[in-house]
C-alpha cells in the first residue's frame, strides 16, 4: 500500500486506522444491553442449590418445604429432569454431564436442585429450604489420586468406566525421540503444574429462556460466545426443530472462554421456560461463576529436551497428566483428545518429538480448556518457555541466544513442525531482536550482576510463543461433526450505508469497529456507514463462534470476501453507469473510474444506488451478499514477551520492573485494539503468575473461590507496558494477511514473568516454584532452596 493510500484508508477508518470503539459509547454510558437488562412481561426467576460436597451419594433430597414458600412455582431436582431424559446433557467431547444431580455429587458447587420463583430472593431462599441428605465418599483432586489402586470410581454412571481414566493419547515419533535422547549430549528435565485458573469475566453467566407456546417458538437470551452452536445443541438435547429456536447473545461483559461451554443454568432455565410457559431469567452469582463454570488448565507437565553440547535442541519428549474435572467436557473443536498441546515448541526447529497424554475424572467442576487458550496452547507456551530456559541454565548457554540458535528460520516457512502443524509465516529473530534491544539486554544483565554483589535480587524473564489461531479449517477442525468456518452477510442499502452480520459474537474484542473497517478497505465506505451486528442466530449467518482468537482469522476473512463478492458486482453497475466494458473499469479506494480517462468515474455509492435504480438489463437488483469462509490453515502468530523483577529474598515478593512485549499479528485492522488485547492479556498473564490462586484441599473444598484469594488486578496493581509493533509478518493465506492475537500475551505472558522469578534466584538451585508464585512460595525456594509445588491438595495450613 502506498502512502497516500494508507492516508486515503485512515481517512475513511479502514485498515490501520486506529479508530475509536464505536461499542464504547454505549459500555461508557451505562447503556449496554447485558442479558442481566433484559426484562420480559411475566418473567420468574430461578435459582440454583449447589452441593456442599466434593463427593458424595445422594441418599434423599426433600423439596416440600421449599413448594410450600409463597411466591414458588417450580422446583426441579434431576430426578424430575430424568422424567423428561434431562438429567444428563451430551457434552462437546462425546462424554455426559449432570444437568441435576441424581445418584451422586461429584463435585463441591455442582448444581443438585433449583427452584423458580416470583423474584431472585424468594428463589433462593427457597434453595435453602430443600433438604439433601449425602453420604460423603472419598474425594480425588490429582490425577495421582485418580490412578491410585482403590481410587473410588467417580464415574459410576457410565458403563464400561471401571476407572477413572478418560483417555490416553499421543502424538509425534516414539522411536525417532528415543534415538535422539541416545545422542544427546545434555538431557534436561522439568515437570510442573500448571494450575486451575478462571476467566472470571465481571459479568457472569446467565439466560432467559421464553417459550411461547402459541408460535411454539423458543427464545434464549444468553450469555453465549457461540450462539448457533447452542442452537444445534438445544435442538439436540431438547428435541425442539432447529428454525423454532432463536438464541440472542446480547452485549457480553467478557467472555474469555467462560462463555463457551454449556452449562446446566442454561438447560434449566430453558425447560422451565416450556414447562411454566413464562420467559425464566437464571443469572449466576459469582461465587457460583468461579466454583462451578469453565475452569482451565489443571494439567501437570514433565518434559524432557535432548540436547547437543553447542545448544542444538535434538527432540523433545513430553508426557501430560490432565485434570478435568468430573466430566469430559471441553469445548474445543480438534480430534485431539489434549486440544492443540502439542503446538508446543512450534517456532523452534526440532526434528523429532514425542507426546503422551492422559485424561482423568477428579471431584472438580469440569474444566480443561477454554481460558483465553485456544485449546492447551496456553499450557504448551508455558511448558515450552520454562523448559527453554531450564535448558539453557543447564547448558550455561545465554537464553536469548539459545532462542535465537532454535528458532525457525525466515526461509523455512511454510514449516512442518514435528507434531504435523504447518507454521504459514514469520520473522523470529527480529522480533527477539527488537525485544532484547528495548529491554536493553546487556545492560541489565550488568545491572543484575553488580545487583547481585550488594544482595540485591534482580531477574529477566524471555518467553517466546507462537500459536495456532484460526479453528478451522473444516478438512481438520469440527464441533460435534460441524465444520469449522465462519461466514459473514452484508447488505450495502440504496444510499451507499451498509449493515454487517457476522457468524462470530464479539464480547469486548470490538467487532463492532474493526469488521466495519475491513468493509471500508476492501470497498471503500467510510467505516461509520456500516453497522456490525452479531449474535442473533435468527438474522446472523451461521457461524461458529468467537474463541481461539478465530474471529479475525476466519469471519474477519469472511468479512473481506462477502465485501469483494460486492464490489464485483459494484464494478458491473460502474460499467453500466460509464457506459464502457467491464474490463475497462479500474478501482481505486471508494471508485472506479474509466482506464483511458481516469477523470471519468462513478464512487461506491452511486453504484449502490444503481443496484436499486438503475441496473443494467438482466442483472438481479440489490446490492447484498453473504460468503462462508473455510480457512486453508490456522494463522501463527508470534510475540516475545520481556520481563524484569526484583525479588525481596526476605519476603519473597517479588516487584515488577519493567515489560516489553513485541507481537506480530500479521496485518493490524486497529492498531489500538489490537495494543488492547495485548495489554489484557499481559494483565491477565501478570495475575496467574503473581496472585491467582485457587486450589482444592484433601476434601475437594474448592479453596480459593472468591476474589479475597483469587484476585483480579486493577489498575493500582497492573505494571505498565511497553509494546513493540515493528514487526509484520502477513499470514499469506488471509485475504488481508491479519492473523489473531486475542489470546498471545495471557498464553506467551506466563512464562516471561516466572522465568523472570526463577532468574533472580538462579544460584539457590531452584528450578520451578508453581504459580501463583506467591511471597511465601518464593520465600521457602530462596529459604530452602528447593522447588516449590502448587499441587493440590493443599496442606492445611496454607
Ligand atoms: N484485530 C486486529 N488486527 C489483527 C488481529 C485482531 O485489529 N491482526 C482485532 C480484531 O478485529 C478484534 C480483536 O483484535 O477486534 C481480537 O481479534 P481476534 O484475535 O480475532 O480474536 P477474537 O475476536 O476471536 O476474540 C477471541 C479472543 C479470545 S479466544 C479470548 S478468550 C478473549 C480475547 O479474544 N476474550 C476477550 N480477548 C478478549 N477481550 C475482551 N475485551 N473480552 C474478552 O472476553
Ligand atoms: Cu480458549 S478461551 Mo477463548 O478461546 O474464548
Not at 446467565?206 to 448457533?228: E, W
Not at 438447560?267 to 422451565?272: K, Q, R, T
Not at 438474522?539 to 476473512?557: H, I, N
Request: aromatic fraction near 8%; include cysteine; charge should be negative.
Amino acid at each position: 500500500m502506498s502512502v497516500s493510500q494508507a492516508l486515503d484508508e485512515i481517512k475513511i477508518g479502514g485498515l490501520g486506522a486506529s479508530r475509536r470503539r464505536v461499542e464504547d459509547d454505549r459500555f461508557i454510558r451505562g447503556k449496554g444491553n447485558y442479558t442481566d437488562d433484559i426484562t420480559l412481561p411475566g418473567m420468574l426467576h430461578l435459582e440454583i442449590l449447589r452441593s456442599p460436597l466434593a463427593h458424595a451419594r445422594i441418599k434423599s433430597i426433600d423439596t416440600s418445604k421449599a413448594w410450600d414458600i409463597p411466591g414458588v412455582h417450580l422446583v426441579l431436582t434431576g430426578e424430575m429432569m430424568a422424567t423428561r431424559n434431562l438429567a444428563w446433557m451430551p457434552t462437546l467431547s462425546y462424554d455426559t454431564q449432570a444437568v441435576l444431580a441424581t445418584d451422586k455429587v461429584r463435585f463441591q458447587g455442582q448444581e443438585v436442585a433449583c427452584v423458580i420463583a416470583d423474584d431472585p430472593y424468594i428463589a433462593k431462599d427457597a434453595c435453602e429450604a430443600i433438604d439433601v441428605e449425602y453420604e460423603p465418599l472419598p474425594a480425588i483432586v490429582n490425577p495421582a489420586q485418580a490412578v491410585a489402586d482403590g481410587a473410588p470410581v467417580i464415574r459410576d454412571d457410565k458403563e464400561n468406566q471401571p476407572d477413572n481414566v478418560i483417555y490416553n493419547w499421543e502424538v509425534g515419533d516414539k522411536a525417532g525421540t528415543d534415538r535422539a535422547f541416545e545422542q544427546a549430549d545434555v538431557v534436561s528435565r522439568l515437570r510442573l503444574h500448571y494450575p486451575r485458573s478462571h476467566p472470571s469475566p465481571i459479568e457472569c453467566c446467565g439466560s432467559i429462556a421464553d417459550f411461547n407456546r402459541a408460535t411454539s417458538k423458543l427464545t434464549v437470551y444468553m450469555t453465549t460466545q457461540a450462539p448457533h452452536i447452542i442452537r444445534a445443541a438445544v435442538a439436540l438435547v431438547a428435541e425442539l426443530p432447529e428454525h423454532m429456536i432463536r438464541i440472542v447473545s446480547p452485549d457480553i461483559g467478557g467472555g474469555f472462554g467462560n462463555k463457551v461451554p454449556v452449562y446446566p443454568g442454561y438447560v434449566c432455565s430453558i425447560l422451565a421456560s416450556i414447562l411454566l410457559e413464562r420467559p425464566v431469567k437464571w443469572i449466576e452469582d459469582k461465587s457460583g461463576n468461579l466454583i462451578s463454570t469453565g475452569f482451565a488448565r489443571d494439567i501437570y507437565l514433565d518434559g524432557e529436551l535432548a540436547l547437543r553440547k553447542d545448544g542444538k535442541i535434538l527432540a523433545v519428549r513430553m508426557h501430560a497428566d490432565a485434570d478435568h474435572g468430573a466430566f469430559f467436557s471441553d469445548a474445543q473443536p480438534s480430534k485431539f483428545k489434549i486440544g492443540l498441546l502439542h503446538s508446543t515448541f512450534a517456532c523452534y526447529d526440532v526434528p523429532v518429538a514425542h507426546l503422551t497424554a492422559r485424561g482423568t475424572y477428579s471431584n472438580k467442576a469440569p474444566g480443561g480448556v477454554a481460558y483465553r487458550c485456544s485449546f492447551r496452547v496456553t499450557e504448551a507456551m508455558f511448558f515450552q518457555e520454562r523448559m527453554i530456559a531450564a535448558a539453557a541454565a543447564d547448558l550455561g548457554m545465554d537464553p536469548a541466544e539459545f532462542r535465537r540458535m532454535n528458532f525457525v528460520t525466515d526461509e523455512q516457512f511454510p514449516h512442518r513442525t514435528p507434531f504435523g502443524f504447518l507454521l504459514d509465516s514469520g520473522q523470529y529473530a527480529k522480533c527477539l531482536d527488537v525485544g532484547l534491544k528495548a529491554v536493553g539486554y546487556e545492560d541489565f544483565r550488568r545491572q543484575q550482576e553488580e545487583a547481585r554483589k550488594r544482595g540485591k535480587l534482580l531477574g529477566l524473564g524471555i518467553s517466546t510463543m507462537t500459536e495456532p489461531l484460526g479453528a478451522g479449517n473444516s478438512r481438520e477442525y469440527d464441533i460435534l461433526g460441524i465444520k469449522m468456518f465462519d461466514s459473514a452477510e452484508l447488505k450495502v442499502h440504496m444510499t451507499g450505508k451498509a449493515i454487517l452480520r457476522t457468524g462470530a459474537k464479539t464480547q469486548g474484542q470490538g467487532h463492532e469497529t474493526t469488521w466495519a473497517q475491513i468493509v471500508a478497505h476492501e470497498l471503500g465506505l467510510p467505516a461509520e456507514d456500516v453497522i456490525v451486528e452479531e449474535g442473533d442466530t435468527d438474522t446472523a449467518p451461521f457461524g461458529m463462534g468467537t474463541y481461539a482468537s478465530r474471529s479475525t482469522p476466519v469471519a474477519g476473512a469472511a468479512v473481506s470476501m462477502v465485501a469483494r463478492k460486492i464490489r464485483a458486482k459494484a464494478r458491473r453497475l460502474a460499467a453500466h453507469l460509464l457506459e464502457v466494458s467491464e474490463e475497462d473499469v479500474e478501482w481505486e479506494l471508494g471508485r472506479f473510474y474509466v482506464r483511458s480517462s481516469p477523470d471519468r468515474g462513478v464512487t461506491i455509492q452511486e453504484c449502490a444506488m444503481a443496484a436499486y435504480s438503475n441496473m443494467p438489463d438482466g442483472m438481479e437488483p440489490g446490492l447484498e451478499n453473504t460468503a462462508f469462509y473455510d480457512p486453508p490453515n490456522l494463522t501463527w502468530p508470534f510475540a516475545v514477551y520481556l520481563v524484569t523483577v526484583e525479588v525481596d529474598q526476605e519476603t519473597g515478593v517479588w516487584d515488577v520492573l519493567n515489560i516489553v512485549a513485541v507481537d506480530d499479528c500479521g496485518v493490524r485492522i486497529n492498531p489500538m485494539i489490537v495494543e488492547g488485547q495485548i495489554m489484557g492479556g499481559l494483565t491477565e498473564a501478570y495475575a496467574m503468575a503473581n496472585m491467582q490462586f485457587i486450589t482444592f484441599d484433601a476434601e475437594g473444598n474448592c479453596v480459593g473461590a472468591n476474589y479475597m484469594d483469587y484476585l483480579l488486578p486493577t489498575a493500582w496493581e497492573t505494571p505498565g507496558f511497553e509494546l513493540h509493533s515493528e514487526v509484520v509478518t502477513p499470514s499469506p493465506h488471509h485475504p488481508i494477511g491479519a492473523k489473531g492475537i486475542g489470546e498471545c500475551a495471557a498464553v506467551g505472558g506466563p512464562a516471561a514473568f516466572v522465568n523472570a522469578v526463577i532468574d533472580a534466584i538462579a544460584g539457590t538451585g531452584v528450578r520451578n516454584i508453581d504459580m501463583p508464585l506467591l511471597p511465601d512460595r518464593v520465600w521457602e525456594a530462596i529459604t530452602h532452596g528447593h522447588d516449590v509445588s502448587g499441587a493440590p491438595p493443599v496442606r492445611a495450613d496454607d
